[in-house]
């Protein structure tokens, strides 16, 4: 791993000013933002960032759930020097290709498990969850057109889903807070309810029943709506930026069964599950379900350089190939070779290192076993794991499930403290979450605990 390097001239209070006046930055209040200054982040190792106040903090969300082959990666480095001196850039348009996105494309192919005899065997890239997200639209439209059922538009999302900031992502996304801003969703797009245990159970229900019950919210949809009319339903496998959520065991057979049962397109939105990150290189695999469509992004690359994609299963490629003709769709950076050659690096990586089985036999069950211990903290309701993505919720009491009132802003609060002892979690309304990199050692899941039993201490 590398040292750590310190390239700035700029102090810190120079850099935040000079932040303020020219950088907006997504999801941010700048007024508040202007006040404190942002944290500014100098250089990262291991699991670990460093600010330029000198702090070290234990980055317990992989950046942005990006990071899951850990910091410091000189290879990636090295492989995208190598690469911009080869071939930096060049269009995958008019007929052209490069190497690295050809053997990218093979590699998912290869990787992404068949499930029943249904296939991955093409790859369209993008740059990011959400344009892969917009692709997603495009390309569920596209193929009902060709399948001569161009009344076949609507997609059907779930509330609290993220699937990306674009029009089309943010559309497909449920997060309310977006909707009010930009009129969305676009027509045709339209949410059921999430598959929210803790919240959504009726007293007594058991997981297994409410997990049917949440599925069958897909169903009721589709009869609304006119099961001819339904194109496809986009899912994350495990909710992330919505606060980890994780559907319980008979949910998504269920969700198989219905989209089965109507022909409509199955997406999974796979940019945070897959890579490693639940124990597998793509979730679809650990649930057992067969999607159409899978997104990725972010941990393609460990989040080295961005890119994003689409696995394309060969129910919808065929059709495209076959009968579409031109499909007139795409990005600048589709299939960009330093990204490319970058992601089979990181695979590279991953596979050397077993990540997704480290997550799966070792990792994955020592850190379920460490946030179980959290289960008898006074603050806290539930605590959940699923491979390497946890979540704890915090509540005002216990035996009755009652939330914090929401001005209280307890979430905050925690991660205010977590960052004070040098713990990145994230906070969403009073879930605590955390999603580290897949490096992560057993010595450092007690380290991070340690943190967070000091963060929920300071917070009661
Ligand atoms: N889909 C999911 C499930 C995500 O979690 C995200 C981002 O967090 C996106 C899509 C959007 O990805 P991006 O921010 O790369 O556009």
Redesign the pocket.
């Known amino acids: 791993m590398n040292a750590p390097v310190h390239p700035h001239a700029l102090s810190t209070a120079e850099l935040q000013a000079l932040d303020s006046a020219h950088f907006l930055h997504p999801f941010t209040d700048h007024k508040g933002l202007a006040a404190k200054g942002a944290r500014v982040i100098t250089h990262a190792d291991d699991i670990y960032v460093w600010d330029s106040e000198g702090k070290k903090i234990l980055d317990a969300m992989s950046g942005?759930?990006c990071v899951n082959a850990g910091y410091g990666r000189k290879e990636l480095a090295d492989v995208a020097h190598a690469q911009m001196m080869k071939l930096p850039f060049y269009n995958s348009f008019f007929q052209t290709t490069n190497e690295p996105a050809v053997r990218l494309a093979a590699r998912l192919a290869e990787l992404a498990p068949a499930v029943d005899g249904r296939r991955f065997q093409h790859v369209f890239f993008s740059s990011?969850?959400?344009e892969s997200?917009d692709t997603n639209v495009r390309m569920a439209r596209r193929y009902w057109d060709l399948m001569g059922q161009p009344q076949r538009k609507v997609i059907i999302s779930r509330h609290n889903a993220?699937?990306?900031?674009t029009m089309a992502?943010a559309s497909l996304g449920g997060m309310s807070a977006m909707h009010a801003q930009g009129d969305l969703p676009i027509p045709n797009i339209t949410h059921i309810q999430q598959p929210y245990y803790y919240e959504l159970a009726e007293p007594g229900e058991s997981q297994d029943a409410f997990g049917l019950r949440a599925a069958r919210w897909l169903e009721d949809k589709i009869l609304e709506i006119g099961p001819e009319k339904v194109a496809a339903f986009i899912a994350?496998p495990v909710q992330?930026?919505g606060g980890v959520i994780i559907p319980p065991a008979t949910y998504w057979p269920e969700i198989q069964r219905i989209v089965d049962k109507y022909g409509i397109l199955l997406i999974s939105?796979e940019?945070?599950c897959a890579f490693g990150r639940l124990g597998h290189w793509f979730a679809y695999e650990k649930f057992g379900y067969k999607p159409d469509l899978v997104?990725f992004?972010?941990a393609v690359t460990s989040g080295y350089i961005p890119l994003?994609g689409v696995l394309v299963g060969d129910r919808v490629a065929q059709v495209l190939i076959d009968k579409g003709g031109e499909f007139n769709h795409g990005y600048t950076y589709s299939g960009h070779p330093v990204a490319c050659a970058v992601a089979l690096a990181n695979l590279d990586i991953m596979e050397r290192e077993n990540l997704p089985g480290r997550v799966r036999d070792d990792v994955g069950p020592y850190l379920a076993e460490v946030f179980e211990q959290f289960k008898s903290h006074p603050l806290v309701g539930d605590a959940e794991t699923c491979g390497f993505v946890a979540g704890l919720v915090l509540v005002q009491d216990k035996a009755t499930r009652k939330a914090f009132p929401e001005d209280w802003a307890v979430g905050m609060m925690c991660r205010a403290h977590c960052f004070g002892n040098g713990l990145v979690m994230r906070a969403v309304g009073d879930r605590m979450i955390i999603a580290p990199p897949l490096t992560m050692t057993r010595a450092q899941i007690d380290e991070m605990a340690v943190l967070i039993k000091k963060a929920l201490d300071l917070t009661l």
Do not use: P, Q
């Open positions: 942005l759930w990011s969850g959400s997200n993220y699937h990306g900031s992502g994350e992330g930026a939105d940019v945070i997104t992004a972010k994003g």
